[in-house]
C-alpha cells in the first residue's frame, strides 16, 4: 500500500510540474507581439529595438521597443522611438512616444 501511495504521488508530482515553452512556442509569441505593438504604433517601417523584455507572469506584460518614421505630414519622416506594451492576456498592445531614450546626436 505504501509503494502505491509513494506511486501515486511522484506521478503527481511529475504532472504538475510547469512545462517550459518550446522555442517555437517562443518564436510564434515573439511575432505575435511585434505583430500588435507594430499595428498600435502606426509608425512607417517599425522595427523592433534589440529584443522584447519578458516581465513576470505576474506582470502580465511583455515590452517592446520599437523605431520607424512617424507618418504625420508636419513630421517630415522624422525618425521616432515608441515603447509598447502587449498585454499577455487580453492580447492588447499599448504604445507610448519615447524618443526620450534615443542618444542624443552628436555635433559636428
Known amino acids: ?4 501511495t ?3 504521488l511522484c506521478l503527481t508530482a511529475l ?3 510547469t512545462h517550459a515553452s ?10 505575435t507581439v511585434l505583430a500588435g505593438c507594430t499595428k498600435a504604433s502606426g509608425l512607417k517601417n517599425a522595427q523592433p529595438v534589440g ?6 507572469d505576474r506582470v ?5 521597443l520599437l523605431q520607424g518614421q512617424y ?10 522611438t515608441e515603447l509598447c506594451l502587449y498585454n499577455k492576456k487580453s ?9 526620450s531614450v534615443r542618444p542624443a546626436a552628436k555635433a559636428q
Open 71 to 80: 507618418p504625420q505630414k508636419h513630421m517630415k519622416g522624422a525618425q521616432g
Open 6 to 8: 509513494l506511486t501515486l
Open 15 to 17: 504532472t504538475t510540474q
Open 51 to 56: 529584443n522584447a523584455a519578458q516581465f513576470d
Open 60 to 64: 502580465g506584460y511583455t515590452a517592446l
Open 1 to 4: 500500500m505504501k509503494a502505491a
Open 22 to 31: 518550446s522555442p517555437d512556442a517562443w518564436a510564434a509569441y515573439d511575432k
Open 91 to 99: 492580447k492588447t498592445a499599448y504604445v507610448t512616444e519615447w524618443d
